[in-house]
């Protein structure tokens, strides 16, 4: 019974792969303008959480401590703690869209023969360019994040390495870096979109021109009436 209900799953699960197999879902969003403008949107706000966490770092490294100024001090930390968080659930979130968009923009179109995605490395374009910005910042901008969140509640030794005042350091040029890349996808990326929804316009039918009628000078055509006597006059 068992080996009869594996062998059931395996063959649903062949069945589902089969019917993926032509790329429909890839296809759809690599061409996607709506999911060009999502990405768009979301590099925007990840610069701008992880902005503001940057302010955070630099208002609590400034902070100078005092006991007599202890709520001042909780309150600076919440402020960074919060906009640490922000930007670290938000940076989950644009990592599954950056999976998302390097499946269907790289893997996809390499892999298979996508109708509307072209494959980015043969030959490559300025139209697939416009999508590195975001590639390379969002990974270098998330990575100080979440390694300093991971350390955050963990008591703080000299002899960890992560808690070193260089480590520190090296994070806080690595943000730097990864804003100022982010900085660059954000018009990139809405350059990009307005690209495709160019490119997604169906052409407009050619008005076929209609010749217009020759216009010419009126025509009169005179008619001659002989009178009864004329008539007979030349008769005779």
Not at 56 to 85: G, K, L, R
Not at 149 to 166: A, I, K, P, Y
Not at 198 to 227: F, I, L, N
Request: proline share 6%; charged share 10%; with cysteine.
């Amino acid at each position: 019974w068992l080996s009869n209900g594996v062998s059931a799953l395996l063959a649903v699960a062949l069945r589902q792969l089969i019917a993926m197999a032509d790329c429909k879902c890839c296809n759809s969003l690599g061409s996607s303008p709506a999911f060009q403008l999502l990405l768009s949107i979301a590099v925007l706000t990840l610069f701008l959480l992880i902005g503001i966490y940057g302010i955070s770092i630099i208002v609590i490294s400034n902070f100078e401590w005092s006991e007599d100024d202890f709520d001042e001090w909780e309150s600076v930390f919440d402020f960074y703690a919060t906009s640490q968080d922000l930007a670290y659930w938000f940076g989950a979130i644009v990592g599954v869209l950056w999976l998302t968009a390097v499946c269907s923009r790289c893997c996809a179109p390499c892999c298979c023969q996508l109708s509307d995605v072209e494959c980015p490395c043969s030959p490559c374009k300025t139209f697939h360019m416009l999508d590195v910005p975001f590639f390379i910042g969002a990974l270098i901008a998330v990575w100080p994040v979440n390694m300093l969140r991971s350390q955050r509640d963990v008591v703080w030794t000299e002899d960890n390495l992560l808690h070193s005042e260089g480590f520190i350091l090296f994070t806080d040029v690595v943000l730097v870096i990864g804003l100022l890349i982010l900085l660059v996808a954000i018009p990139s990326g809405f350059v990009k979109w307005r690209k495709m929804v160019s490119a997604s316009r169906p052409p407009q039918a050619a008005q076929a021109a209609v010749p217009a009628p020759a216009v010419g000078p009126p025509v009169v055509v005179a008619t001659v009436v002989g009178s009864n006597e004329n008539a007979q006059g030349g008769a005779v």
